[in-house]
């Protein structure tokens, strides 16, 4: 462990020097994998695991029944025949499926999927949750069917700081969110006994978007009968009475018909890509669910289903099918294109036809993107360049002379810097997905030359992969910290 986690910190001290928008040519030499694991495919979600295979989950189907899977990649794109039995798994569950979103590692290093199996008893066919953990090598621990209040799709999989899980789930007219311990049992401590009931209005075919805010305040968003509706909830699932009428916002009909995601700036305002006229559209709202009117509103993506990712440094990427390929499309935190991202802010990385159903993001700062070919369908796996520096550069403001100490941490640590000439950083502490867990220090002058900060609060966090980040206004830097009880 101790050899892994060297290897991996002295592996994030290095700059990414690919340029932006193209594919990773280490990944599988072409930079996509495209193979049929199982017959006729399609993919639903992907991760890396803090200990770095990636992880793709998805759906088989036959003419008579459907049925889960699970791959397990190494960096370079082939299978890792340590995961499983040669790299894969395929779920014994006969009529199951995954949907997107439903894919997450815990803090204490397993998986948790989710998904919904079908079965026929006395009164007809009956849809179930279906969730179910795995360890970091594949092998299945623990599955569950949950039967509450109907909801029968599973649209997001959500895991708060403290390990809680949460399972957004939507039945027609109504979305839920049903709490659970890390051994599947339901959390009665959530909501209403383990539970939180919203009414849309209307059928919700699209599957809205669920995150968190810095606080792990939870929003949700869905389509309804008066526009895209917004809730928002505490940590405990309680309506938070402060936003909008009881917990609940109301976008103008104009605004949006559909809601296909939902993402959370570091800054808490709230990215919503969805539809209206049969046309991608992507908007930004403030944290009380009013329009930001700052950010330009991207009006012209001619795809209703793709995948939004957000950077570490504020800029964000929607994934879509275009012309037949896979084009991508990255803007800063005010919907400006990033001119530094391919071709003035636009990179079409496979030249074939492809639905998108998952992004994210590398530890080092490379994107991975899955989905599906057209007929006959198949999987794909792509990995390109962001261009994004997960080190140091000794020309820059920062100088190399950056240390984090102790690492692996359990309490309090040092931060340990050399700055170029005084300046004004922004330092934050940030978990695998993104989120803001702790601000160190904002807008705060440091003296050229080095400097040293103490970093307390690690025994409230739960076990795991973090990152340090300082930001300077021009560059930024990412430092991994292992935070380990042990």
């Given at each position: 462990?101790?050899?892994?986690?060297?290897?991996?910190?002295?592996?994030?001290?290095?700059?990414?020097?690919?340029?932006?928008?193209?594919?990773?040519?280490?990944?599988?030499?072409?930079?996509?994998?495209?193979?049929?694991?199982?017959?006729?495919?399609?993919?639903?979600?992907?991760?890396?695991?803090?200990?770095?295979?990636?992880?793709?989950?998805?759906?088989?189907?036959?003419?008579?029944?459907?049925?889960?899977?699970?791959?397990?990649?190494?960096?370079?794109?082939?299978?890792?025949?340590?995961?499983?039995?040669?790299?894969?798994?395929?779920?014994?569950?006969?009529?199951?499926?995954?949907?997107?979103?439903?894919?997450?590692?815990?803090?204490?290093?397993?998986?948790?999927?989710?998904?919904?199996?079908?079965?026929?008893?006395?009164?007809?066919n009956q849809i179930d949750?279906?969730?179910?953990?795995?360890?970091?090598?594949?092998?299945?621990?623990?599955?569950?069917?949950?039967?509450?209040y109907d909801y029968e799709?599973?649209?997001?999989?959500?895991?708060?700081?403290?390990?809680?899980?949460?399972?957004?789930?939507?039945?027609?007219?109504?979305?839920?969110?049903?709490?659970?311990?890390?051994?599947?049992?339901?959390?009665?401590?959530?909501?209403?006994?383990?539970?939180?009931?919203?009414?849309?209005?209307?059928?919700?075919?699209?599957?809205?978007?669920?995150?968190?805010?810095?606080?792990?305040?939870?929003?949700?968003?869905?389509?309804?009968?008066?526009?895209?509706?917004?809730?928002?909830?505490?940590?405990?699932?309680?309506?938070?009475?402060?936003?909008?009428?009881?917990?609940?916002?109301?976008?103008?009909?104009?605004?949006?018909?559909?809601?296909?995601?939902?993402?959370?700036?570091?800054?808490?305002?709230?990215?919503?890509?969805?539809?209206?006229n049969y046309q991608g559209?992507?908007?930004?709202?403030?944290?009380?669910?009013?329009?930001?009117?700052?950010?330009?509103?991207?009006?012209?993506?001619?795809?209703?289903?793709?995948?939004?990712?957000?950077?570490?440094?504020?800029?964000?990427?929607?994934?879509?099918?275009?012309?037949?390929?896979?084009?991508?499309?990255?803007?800063?935190?005010?919907?400006?294109?990033?001119?530094?991202?391919?071709?003035?802010?636009?990179?079409?990385?496979?030249?074939?036809?492809?639905?998108?159903?998952?992004?994210?993001?590398?530890?080092?700062?490379?994107?991975?993107?899955?989905?599906?070919?057209?007929?006959?369908?198949?999987?794909?796996?792509?990995?390109?360049?962001?261009?994004?520096?997960?080190?140091?550069?000794?020309?820059?403001?920062?100088?190399?002379?950056?240390?984090?100490?102790?690492?692996?941490?359990?309490?309090?640590?040092?931060?340990?810097?050399?700055?170029?000439?005084?300046?004004?950083?922004?330092?934050?502490?940030?978990?695998?997905?993104?989120?803001?867990?702790?601000?160190?220090?904002?807008?705060?002058?440091?003296?050229?030359?080095?400097?040293?900060?103490?970093?307390?609060?690690?025994?409230?966090?739960?076990?795991?992969?973090?990152?340090?980040?300082?930001?300077?206004?021009?560059?930024?830097?990412?430092?991994?910290?292992?935070?380990?009880?042990?």
């Open positions: 462990m101790r050899s892994f986690i060297l290897s991996f910190l002295l592996l994030s001290v290095n700059l990414v020097f690919a340029q932006a928008g193209y594919l990773d040519s280490t990944f599988n030499s072409s930079g996509f994998v495209n193979e049929i694991y199982y017959t006729q495919n399609s993919s639903t979600g992907i991760l890396q695991l803090n200990t770095g295979e990636i992880i793709v989950i998805g759906n088989t189907y036959t003419t008579l029944n459907s049925k889960p899977w699970i791959i397990a990649l190494k960096d370079n794109g082939t299978l890792d025949s340590n995961f499983n039995n040669d790299g894969k798994y395929i779920f014994n569950n006969q009529h199951s499926t995954f949907r997107r979103d439903n894919i997450k590692q815990h803090p204490q290093g397993k998986i948790f999927l989710a998904g919904s199996t079908s079965f026929s008893n006395q009164t007809g949750l279906w969730i179910c953990r795995l360890t970091k090598t594949g092998l299945l621990e623990k599955e569950v069917l949950i039967d509450i799709y599973p649209d997001h999989l959500l895991i708060q700081n403290s390990g809680r899980l949460l399972l957004v789930t939507q039945n027609g007219l109504r979305k839920g969110i049903i709490a659970l311990t890390y051994n599947l049992k339901i959390d009665s401590t959530f909501g209403n006994n383990g539970l939180v009931i919203t009414h849309n209005g209307i059928y919700d075919y699209h599957m809205g978007g669920a995150d968190f805010n810095s606080n792990e305040d939870i929003f949700l968003a869905s389509a309804s009968n008066t526009g895209v509706k917004l809730f928002k909830y505490s940590i405990d699932g309680q309506p938070d009475s402060t936003f909008g009428t009881n917990g609940q916002y109301v976008l103008s009909p104009d605004l949006l018909n559909t809601v296909t995601e939902l993402k959370i700036l570091p800054d808490d305002r709230m990215l919503i890509f969805g539809e209206i559209k992507i908007i930004c709202l403030q944290q009380d669910g009013t329009v930001d009117t700052s950010f330009k509103i991207i009006d012209s993506i001619p795809a209703v289903w793709g995948r939004l990712l957000l950077q570490q440094d504020g800029k964000f990427l929607i994934h879509y099918e275009h012309n037949d390929s896979l084009r991508i499309m990255r803007y800063d935190s005010h919907a400006k294109l990033d001119s530094s991202f391919g071709n003035n802010g636009r990179a079409e990385v496979i030249p074939f036809e492809v639905y998108v159903s998952a992004a994210a993001m590398q530890q080092d700062g490379k994107i991975l993107v899955t989905g599906m070919t057209g007929y006959p369908l198949d999987v794909f796996v792509a990995r390109y360049h962001s261009g994004i520096n997960i080190g140091i550069d000794e020309n820059n403001l920062i100088n190399s002379n950056v240390v984090f100490f102790p690492n692996p941490v359990k309490n309090q640590a040092r931060l340990r810097f050399t700055l170029l000439k005084h300046s004004a950083l922004d330092i934050f502490l940030i978990d695998m997905l993104g989120r803001h867990i702790k601000v160190i220090a904002q807008k705060q002058n440091f003296n050229g030359g080095e400097n040293e900060i103490h970093i307390n609060g690690f025994q409230n966090l739960p076990d795991g992969t973090y990152f340090v980040q300082l930001f300077s206004g021009t560059e930024s830097v990412s430092i991994p910290v292992l935070k380990t009880s042990d």
